[in-house]
T-cell receptor, first 114, second 114 residues
């Protein structure tokens, strides 16, 4: 079984400041890890994924995440927040097997202050 | 190309009514997933199809929930005798292969049971 914990249900950052969203996972086998973004009244859009290649993963919109096995973490960062980054962000894990479901964290809502 | 589409986008049902939610996956995608997202929470897995076969329905909350994908493309999630606790956004996702390491989500159907 796998699980995901996102620390902080709400994060407020100033425009231009660092965005850091925390994600810790639990998995009995090496996982695949994902970050998704959800804008109001929309579905989930994939930001980036870790599938056992490089541990530092770069995604869309300037986001990146680092897989740290020793810390069971997959934190998401962006050096400089933009107003358009205001959204809800979900970390998710799946096992490396055919047809395996995604298990999501509870989400972190990001507010960007001008 | 076209993404995953879902209809209706919004559905209001009176308690006790039956509802049917439709998902049109990306053409050619083998795998199809349904998730339920309660207000303020992350999505939770309901069921998974590979082509027309329903391989995992472990997340369906009760026998009032039923899903089908008879021709391996369009899928329908049916909820019988709706209850207030069924109010949520129902998300559909598809994936091109049997390994679900990248799922593409539709915009969801927001179900409100009154």
């Amino acid at each position: 079984a796998q699980s995901v914990t996102q620390l902080g249900s709400h994060v407020s950052v100033s425009e231009g400041a660092l965005v850091l969203l925390r994600c810790n996972y639990s998995s009995s086998v090496p996982p695949y890890l994902f970050w998704y973004v959800q804008y109001p009244n929309q579905g989930l859009q994939l930001l980036l994924k870790y599938t056992s290649a490089a541990t530092l993963v770069k995604g869309i919109n300037g986001f990146e995440a680092e897989f740290k096995k020793s810390e069971t973490s997959f934190h998401l960062t962006k050096p400089s927040a933009h107003m358009s980054d205001a959204a809800e962000y979900f970390c998710a894990v799946t096992l490396r097997a055919a047809g395996n479901k995604l298990t999501f964290g509870g989400g972190t809502r990001v507010l960007v202050k001008p | 190309g076209a993404g995953v589409s879902q209809s209706p986008r919004y559905k209001v049902a009176k308690r006790g009514q039956d509802v049917a939610l439709r998902c049109d996956p990306i053409s050619g995608h083998v795998s199809l997933f349904w998730y339920q997202q309660a207000l303020g929470q992350g999505p939770e897995f309901l069921t998974y199809f590979q082509n027309e076969a329903q391989l995992d329905k472990s997340g369906l909350p009760s026998d009032r929930f039923f899903a089908e994908r008879p021709e391996g493309s369009v899928s329908t999630l049916k909820i019988q005798r709706t209850q207030q606790e069924d109010s949520a956004v129902y998300l559909c996702a598809s994936s091109s292969t049997g390994v679900s390491y990248e799922q593409y989500f539709g915009p969801g159907t927001r179900l409100t049971v009154t």
